[in-house]
């Protein structure tokens, strides 16, 4: 959604911006899901994880599906005139820096039809194993002053263990649940799910529900915090009723909801700091949300449904539909990993997740694997070479500095008039992505827009300041949750450099982003841009100095300012009146 958000302010500031995906759809994020339907959808509410500046008023509830936000997603672009300036199928090969020219020199190439909705791993496989052609139809170099990414985060679909004997030799269909295969038919099948993350909480009960299959098993590493969605103001019912009719008629009704909804998820920041206080309260939360799953899900789970970390150290799950699910018989969830992968299906029983132990080896008959097993979320960039000044890669710039990372996550210096939304330390774990997109986009603008009026050449983070914030973000989060709530999360990398959290309130964000501090940044102004800001600074200087000597001369007369404007009054008055009589 960040390139939607940041070509649409471009657009509305009368810019020329040019959006270039990978992928074959314009809302990626939900496309290559969209065949669970129901399924797929927001843990957000959806008043709060859409853009402040194109808000719907129709959503048909208060967690509305895929399909509803791609087709919001798609109605962005046709309101803001994008949809020719968005240009699809197209790989970014490197990214230089060309310090004569001060511009950017891009690489593309541009993918054979369908081929971006393929991760970039699976495209580098199928184009070793057929061939450049199958995969690349053409490349093309272009030059742009300004460079922004806008690739988010949770793009790469993370691949299941190589080192798991026979992998690749199982003859069912296997895919990852973000790169959904259309043409496989679940109906009638052994289904094994791998993962139990977020994504799988809400397609897993689908599966049976809606597209009958024979039976899931589902391998869980860890047991996830489940949160129990808290029902919107009037219920359900009244509120896909109602919300609709009060945005629509009630003006300020969902400005103010949103405005509500965005500072109840701000409360969530009491469960992750480090003192005695925001344990205490993680503690108390903990135990109710151990009260719903033992309420929700069999008995037989219960053991290894509870979590031995802190909750917020791993990303919540708020879920309606996969504890319920859970008491369906053909759903079975056990904590045993996967050894080994055979050729043919096994006509050995699964078993029970009561008796399911980590040391347990049984065989589970299976015709599709899904995976479910999160992202490379730690990887940013994938597959893209990106050089800054004196030949620098940002990946080998952040290997020398620890990790990713990446001031107020929107730049780095040695990288001029480069700018990310959703990088490094963008995300919160409580609140809407889309408010730090729109940040983002907002600080974005006002560095670039000397650019943009051919006031300045170059903008860039200043070194010093590059590194403290880098250093105050990794001490902000050393006692914080996400790095010592006891599990192994994908927030960190395997050295433990957490690049993926922001440790504040996306309150505080937003109040950085709407007053930056402009000495963070050397901008290089352009002459004529600079002889106006020394007639500014000159008119500035020269008005202050006369303020402050009539202040003086005010204050130095006996008289005081009223008196002197009481004489002046009068006089006028006894001078008007002598050329009347006159």
């Not at 009368?14 to 074959?24: M, P």
């Not at 129709?58 to 046709?78: M, Q, R, T």
């Not at 904590?335 to 997740?353: M, N």
């Not at 995300?427 to 730090?436: L, Q």
Request: proline residues 6%; glycine residues 8%; hydrophobic residues 35%.
């Amino acid at each position: 959604m960040a390139p939607l958000q940041n070509s649409s302010t471009l657009k509305y500031g009368n810019a020329i911006a040019k959006c270039r995906s990978s992928n074959a759809a314009q809302s990626y994020t939900y496309y290559p899901v969209a065949i669970i339907g129901g399924g797929i959808a927001c843990d957000i509410p959806a008043i709060l994880y859409s853009f402040s500046f194109c808000q719907n008023p129709n959503w048909s509830s208060f967690h509305p599906g895929g399909p509803e936000i791609a087709k919001y997603l798609e109605d962005v672009c046709s309101t803001y005139g994008i949809v020719d300036k968005i240009q699809l199928d197209t790989d970014v090969k490197s990214c230089t820096w060309l310090e004569a020219e001060q511009v950017w020199e891009v690489r593309l190439r541009n993918l054979v039809l369908g081929i971006g909705d393929l991760s970039t791993f699976d495209r580098t496989r199928k184009a070793e194993k057929e061939g450049q052609s199958s995969v690349y139809v053409s490349e093309e170099t272009i030059r742009t002053k300004i460079l922004i990414s806008a690739v988010g985060g949770l793009v790469e679909p993370r691949s299941w263990s190589d080192s798991l004997p026979s992998k690749d030799k199982f003859e069912g269909d296997i895919f990852h649940s973000a790169r959904w295969d259309y043409d496989v038919d679940i109906k009638d099948k052994n289904v094994l799910v791998v993962g139990t993350g977020c994504s799988a909480a809400q397609f897993v009960p689908q599966l049976t529900k809606n597209y009958d299959a024979k039976s899931i098993t589902q391998l869980m590493r860890s047991p996830p915090w489940v949160v129990g969605r808290s029902p919107p103001p009037g219920g359900h019912k009244g509120w896909n009723t109602w919300a609709p009719w009060l945005n629509n008629h009630m003006p300020g009704f969902q400005g103010f909801m949103r405005y509500t909804v965005f500072w109840l998820a701000e409360y969530a920041v009491r469960l992750f700091g480090s003192t005695p206080y925001h344990a205490a309260q993680r503690k108390e939360y903990e135990k109710k949300l151990l009260e719903h799953m033992r309420a929700s899900v069999p008995e037989k789970y219960h053991e290894i449904l509870t979590p031995n970390y802190s909750v917020g150290c791993k990303r919540r799950i708020f879920d309606e539909t996969w504890f319920p699910g859970l008491n369906d018989p053909k759903i079975d969830l056990t904590s045993i990993g996967p050894k080994s992968v055979t050729l043919g299906p096994s006509p050995a029983s699964k078993g029970s997740g009561s008796d399911s132990k980590p040391s347990e080896t049984r065989e589970v008959p299976t015709d599709i694997i899904i995976l479910a097993s999160g992202y490379e979320a730690t990887k940013l960039f994938p597959g893209m070479t990106i050089t800054g000044r004196s030949g620098t890669s940002i990946h080998d710039l952040w290997a020398s500095r620890g990790g990713p990372q990446m001031y107020m996550s929107l730049s780095i210096d040695q990288f001029p008039n480069f700018f990310t939304i959703f990088g490094p330390n963008s995300a919160t774990g409580h609140t809407s992505v889309i408010v730090a997109a729109e940040n983002a986009v907002n600080l974005t603008i006002k560095m670039i827009r000397p650019i943009l009026r051919g006031d300045a050449g170059v903008v860039e983070v200043k070194r010093r300041t590059a590194d403290l914030y880098a250093s105050d973000i990794q001490q902000s989060l050393g006692g914080k949750v996400w790095n010592a709530g006891g599990c192994r999360s994908w927030y960190l990398d395997e050295h433990g450099w957490n690049a993926t959290v922001y440790p504040h309130t996306q309150a505080w964000f937003t109040y950085n982003s709407m007053f930056p501090t402009w000495n963070d940044w050397a901008i290089s102004y352009t002459p004529s841009a600079l002889r106006r800001r020394r007639i500014k600074s000159a008119f500035l200087t020269v008005l202050m100095a006369a303020l402050i000597t009539g202040s003086f001369y005010l204050r130095k007369n006996t008289q005081g300012p009223l008196s002197i404007l009481k004489t002046l009054v009068r006089t006028t008055l006894l001078k008007g009146a002598a050329l009347v009589s006159g």
